[in-house]
């Protein structure tokens, strides 16, 4: 009593993905709506650097950027940059922090971008409403 499978021999799935560069290595990047992202530690870390840079220029124990660069052994183009990242809306920093980075990765987050925090919002896929 042989009774024929009803299972195919071959079983095509498609998962529809990309693969993106993030933070010097290759990552897999799923559509949108699908919330399974890792946290971007390198992003992360970038975010706590550039407060914590922001915070040394204000309170003056350096007095200026060339200062710090030398101190943390860095370019001061490199500093100005990640900088930056201070200027991102207060949501978006928490989204990074949270896990949920923005679908760009922290070499386009390094650009200038526009100080409108509505424009980053959008820009960046956090668009609320």
Do not use: C, H
């Amino acid at each position: 009593m042989s009774k024929k499978s009803d299972i195919p021999d071959t079983v095509t799935i498609t998962i529809p993905f990309r693969v993106a560069k993030r933070g010097g290595r290759k990552e897999v990047r799923l559509p949108p709506g699908a919330n399974n992202r890792s946290p971007d530690y390198t992003l992360i870390k970038a975010v706590a650097r550039a407060y914590r840079w922001r915070q040394i220029l204000e309170d003056g124990e350096m007095e200026t950027i060339a200062e710090l660069a030398e101190r943390e052994k860095i370019s001061p183009s490199y500093l100005t940059r990640v900088m930056r990242l201070t200027l991102l809306a207060p949501d978006i920093i928490e989204a990074i922090l949270d896990g949920n980075p923005p679908s760009v990765g922290m070499t386009e987050l390094l650009d200038p971008m526009t100080p409108v925090w509505a424009e980053q919002r959008a820009e960046l896929g956090y668009d609320i409403g």
